[in-house]
């Protein structure tokens, strides 16, 4: 086991390049303020950086690691770090330039290059905020965002990457994190009037305060999404039950086709649904490696040696034919938690693969990775039954559990204030200010 070392409010240690991502050479340019260099005063303002096996060369010297620490005031002082990645492994992934405060740090690891970046929680979760939604976003919804992003940091029950060294890393398998390019001064009062703000589930835990895009109308339970309760998180009906969306939960195979494609859409006032956020409005209130769809109802369509070319090379199924895709459970937002996949093999016999969890469902089915696991399934087949096309029409973006981001911010648009949408989000907790 390693060991976890404990978060510190006063410095976070945030993974913005990791092993990973296999970067041989790192490229920083000091855009602001001076910098001591592993305690040196240094002029050069643009630095190259490159592995030589467990050190870290910058065309001087090999040393182990590299620690850039701003020299006088560090609330003037950043670092633009070149070429980083955003969304790992999603369809929205990309290269970003990131415009760092505070410390820097880059070291080899076996081999290739890690560049971790040392700030204040309070500094780094304005920079969470603009980059999981925009700056844009009305000041009651970047005051929820904000103290869920506190919540799960200070819970601390996903420390991913531990063996790191880091508290998290800059990307949606914790948190985004861009520094501080997007920030703006709405968020920076998100930040303050919610200082130390956290929600204290009544058992007196930290609420592990997950969150996702957009739930499609029904937040999911973390029971659908981790295998077990979070306390504070609940599945709830994402708006007020004045068009019917409240009789769909839970969503079940026999009510999966109408909740994602129903005439009830038109009117619905679910939070985050087109009528409440216009899909023309959303792209300046998303992060800005977001596509720009809300995706509340998406569709996808694959003719069948389409899926098959799919699914062999990200589950290396060997299959000649797609025969059928069932999915045997679901959560109570009609996300798909079991997906059973038949298929006739290059020797043409008959297999099934079962494939559990909406994320790795979300993977097989996706060039990329599909918006959700809530689908309903449609398939087209020809007079010999074989399958010629496969469609899903779906609901959400995202996991769907815990805070609904474009929800939230639907409740936001309404006027709702911050802490009515968090306890929409999260059951019998309190907000409370918490120290070091």
């Known amino acids: 086991m390693p060991v976890v070392r404990a978060i510190s409010v006063s410095a976070m240690r945030i993974g913005i390049i990791l092993p990973e991502d296999k970067a041989r050479e790192v490229r920083l340019a000091i855009a602001d303020g001076a910098y001591r260099v592993n305690g040196e005063r240094s002029d050069a303002r643009n630095w190259i950086l490159r592995s030589a096996g467990d050190t870290v060369d910058d065309g001087r010297r090999r040393v182990a690691l590299i620690r850039f620490e701003p020299d006088r005031d560090p609330s003037q002082s950043t670092i633009i770090v070149r070429n980083c990645r955003a969304g790992r492994g999603f369809h929205w ?25 040392e700030l204040p929680l309070e500094t780094y ?31 601390a029950t996903e420390r991913k990457h531990a063996k790191l060294g880091i508290d998290f890393c800059n990307d949606d398998c914790c948190q985004r994190f861009q520094g501080i390019s997007a920030l703006s001064e709405a968020a920076k009062n998100a930040t303050q009037a919610t200082t130390g703000q956290v929600m204290i589930h009544e058992t007196g835990v930290v609420v592990d305060a997950n969150y996702s895009k957009c739930c499609g109308g029904i937040v999911e339970s973390p029971e659908a999404v981790w295998g077990r309760s979070k306390p504070g998180q609940y599945a709830v009906v994402d708006g007020p ?59 996808v369509v694959y003719e069948a040696y389409e899926l098959a070319d799919i699914l062999n090379r ?32 290059n020797n043409h016999r008959r297999r099934s693969i079962l494939i559990e969890d909406q994320y790795r469902i979300r993977d097989a089915l996706s060039r990329s990775f599909l918006y959700s696991s809530a689908f309903d399934l449609r398939i087209e087949r020809s007079e010999d039954g074989w399958p010629v096309r496969f469609e899903l029409v ?22 709702h204030d911050y802490r009515t949408i968090l306890h929409h989000y999260f059951e019998s907790m309190r907000i409370e200010v918490v120290t070091e």
């Open 93 to 117: 992934e990309q290269r970003i330039d990131l415009m760092l405060p505070g410390v820097v740090e880059v070291q080899s690891c076996d081999g290739v290059l890690m560049v971790v970046n």
């Open 125 to 155: 979760l304005p920079c969470v905020i603009t980059a999981e939604m925009s700056g844009q976003c009305p000041l009651e919804f970047l005051k929820a965002q904000c103290v869920t992003a506190r919540s799960w940091m200070l819970a």
């Open 241 to 299: 039950d004045v068009d019917g969306v409240g009789r769909f939960f839970p969503v079940g195979a026999e009510s999966m086709a109408e909740f994602v494609d129903g005439d009830w859409l038109k009117q619905t006032c679910a939070y985050c649904s087109p009528n409440v956020v216009p899909d023309d409005d959303l792209p300046r209130y998303l992060g800005r490696v977001d596509d720009g769809g809300g995706h509340f109802r998406w569709r």
């Open 314 to 345: 990200k589950r290396d199924l060997s299959a000649s034919r797609i025969w059928d895709l069932q999915v045997t459970r679901r959560g109570v937002s009609g996300r798909a938690t079991n997906l059973e996949i038949l298929y006739d093999d």
């Open 394 to 415: 779906g609901a959400g973006w995202g996991h769907g559990a815990g805070l609904c981001q474009i929800g939230a911010l639907g409740m936001g648009i309404l006027g």
